[in-house]
């Protein structure tokens, strides 16, 4: 019953941060939703019972992706330039 919810937490969590990087126009806060939704994927794996999936998943998509996105996005501009 208890993993039922969890999983149940976690795609809602998975759900809404997905549609958070879809709708921030901010791309700092985008590459932090990505870290969040990259995180509870991790979880996800973990739940599932493959922790070597949830650990290569928690290093490389929530920390090291994360960090080079925010790295490449300061280095270009920080807000999405919307064209009419």
Known sequence: MIEVIA?????????????????FRDLISAAIAFGVFSFLLS??????????????????GA???????????RAVGRDEEVEE
């Open 7 to 23: 999983h149940t937490c976690i795609i809602a969590g998975l759900i809404i941060s997905a549609a958070m990087i879809v709708r």
């Open 43 to 60: 979880l996800e794996f973990y739940i599932l019972q493959a922790p070597d999936v949830a650990i290569a998943e928690a290093g490389i």
């Open 63 to 73: 920390g090291l992706t994360t960090a080079i996105f925010i790295i490449a996005i």
